[in-house]
């Protein structure tokens, strides 16, 4: 299964601009065209990486999570990742082999490779191939609650998800599930929401979840507040909470997108 990664290099002088990426007070849309080498960036304790930040905390936007795409060359990785004690995660390969090293073993991560990492446990992660490896990194800070114990690591594939037909739709718009979406020790899902041709999201969903959705393969209309934008693979949408959305898949082929949303949890109350 392909997945969509990054084009990095730079347009040509004689290069149209993509005519796609907006930024709103409901919503971004970062097409996949603004994904070059002028717009990455690097971190501590990080060996052949560059990344592209393309989500986070903002206030007044969205404030719950950040979500990286890394491009690791090969040998390239880090032993302490990550600095912050209370940051949980979600990592989701796009392409090329990487070992990953966790309080639950060592896992040999392939495109489709899904992790979750529980706040406080260190990782370590390095790409073992001859070629670049690319992977999503969504990070949020956990949210604990007294009684309900904190989540255990996992790693798992694509193809072993659970996938849950939405009711009504004949298969035509399912999500593919990592986490029980009824088990509280969880305060963020990462999902991959999939629709066959013609499938639809049929009205507008407006709810508090903040969304980033990274398309992987595909494409379709989606609504983004009171807009209709055309997608397709490499694309990232930003959603702020109680941002309409819905969608139209369009094209041949299935149209699939990574899923950010903040659950499970009271309202913070300032």
């Not at 002088?13 to 970062?30: C, I, M, P, R, W």
């Not at 060359?73 to 949980?88: F, I, K, L, T």
């Not at 899902?189 to 066959?196: A, E, K, L, R």
């Not at 969903?205 to 969304?211: A, I, R």
């Amino acid at each position: 299964m392909a997945y969509a990664t990054p084009m990095g290099g730079l347009p040509t002088q004689s290069d149209k601009l993509t005519g796609k990426a907006v930024f709103t007070e409901a919503y971004a849309l970062l097409p996949a065209g603004t994904m070059r080498d002028i717009v990455t960036s690097y971190l501590p304790h990080w060996t052949g990486m560059r990344m592209w930040m393309i989500a986070r905390p903002m206030t007044g936007f969205a404030e719950t999570f950040s979500q990286y795409i890394v491009e690791l060359a090969p040998g390239g990785g880090s032993d302490r990742p990550e600095e912050n004690s209370q940051a949980q995660a979600v990592l989701f390969v796009t392409s090329g082999d990487m070992t990953l090293q966790d309080a639950t073993g060592t896992h040999a991560l392939r495109p489709g490779s899904y992790a979750y990492l529980p706040a406080g446990q260190g990782w370590r992660l390095h790409n073992t191939g001859d070629i670049p490896a690319t992977f999503h990194w969504i990070r949020k800070r956990y949210q604990p609650v007294e009684g309900i114990p904190a989540p255990e690591g996992f790693v798992t594939h694509d193809t072993d998800g659970t996938i849950i037909e939405m009711p009504g739709t004949g298969g035509k718009w399912s999500t593919t599930r990592f986490v029980d979406p009824a088990d509280l020790r969880h305060d963020f899902h990462v999902n991959i929401v999939n629709f066959q041709p013609g499938g639809v999201i049929p009205f507008e969903e407006t709810h508090v979840m903040e969304h980033g959705l990274f398309v992987l393969e595909g494409t379709a209309d989606y609504l983004l507040n009171t807009d209709w934008v055309k997608v397709g693979p490499g694309d990232f949408m930003w959603l702020r909470a109680f941002c309409p959305q819905a969608c139209r898949a369009t094209g041949d082929g299935p149209f699939r997108y990574l899923l950010y949303k903040d659950v499970n949890r009271h309202a913070a109350l300032f």
